[in-house]
């Protein structure tokens, strides 16, 4: 089954404290994987994804196929950073299709 | 930049209506999805259109329809609404084959009485 595990519903740090937000899945195939992020009153937009390789607004995440994790890293945390945090994976079957997960809650305190 | 709009921010409509809720997107996307939003949930799929008049079922179909009769135009429908529909609704869009990155409109917060 292709399934989405995001274990935490809320992560709480303080400014410039590491933060991982965990993402697992669920798939027999190769995965794409996402992130997508939404900020308060703000519509959900596409963060990174494992293909590119990228590091955006500080934020990177390493595909771990042994594991099976895709988990979000920032190494210093800031109060701009509070939103909620999906991982999504692409579906097999075509069409673009994405399976999300229950999100993350990130809260950054000053 | 892609502009996905959804008709309404907020409704509020009572048990047994007909509830109608509009997308439309300009980037002439071939792709388009309506996901519901629940705390603890996530997004879920509940229909999905890969051209005009061209539509898939999603995880939680039952209860909703689904309309595309303009490429730019995606209509979800609740037949009979009921209160267990009480949710958030995100319209997305996608370009086509190869092109995964969603584009999601600003939601429509619907309440059923």
């Known amino acids: 089954a292709q399934r989405v595990t995001q274990p935490e519903k809320l992560l709480s740090v303080f400014k410039g404290a590491p933060v991982e937000l965990k993402c697992n899945y669920s798939?027999?195939?190769?995965?794409?994987l996402f992130w997508y992020v939404q900020y308060s009153r703000q519509r959900l937009q596409l963060l990174l994804r494992?293909?590119s390789r990228e590091s955006i607004k500080g934020f990177t995440a390493d595909l771990n196929k042994g594991e099976t994790s895709f988990h979000l890293k920032k190494p210093f945390a800031q109060e701009e950073d509070s939103a909620m945090y999906y991982c999504?994976?692409?579906?097999?079957?075509?069409?673009?299709?994405?399976?999300f997960g229950a999100g993350t809650r990130l809260a950054v305190h000053p | 930049d892609v502009k996905v709009t959804q008709s309404s921010r907020y409704l509020v409509k009572r048990t047994g209506e007909k509830v109608f809720l509009e997308c439309v997107q300009d980037?002439?996307?071939?792709?388009m999805f309506w996901y519901r939003q629940d705390p603890g949930l996530g997004l879920r799929l509940i229909y999905f259109s890969y051209d005009v008049k061209m539509k898939e079922k999603g995880d939680i179909p039952e209860g909703y329809s689904v309309s595309r009769e303009k490429k730019e135009r995606f209509s979800l429908i609740l037949e009979s609404a009921s209160t267990n529909q009480t949710s958030m609704y995100l319209c997305?869009?996608?370009?086509?084959?190869?092109?995964?990155?969603?584009?999601f409109g600003p939601g429509t917060r619907l309440t059923v009485t």
């Open positions: 997305a869009s996608t370009l086509g084959v190869g092109i995964v990155e969603q584009y």
């Open positions: 999504a994976l692409r579906r097999g079957g075509g069409y673009n299709k994405l399976i």
């Open positions: 798939y027999s195939g190769s995965p794409e």
């Open positions: 980037m002439d996307h071939e792709n």
């Open positions: 494992h293909i």
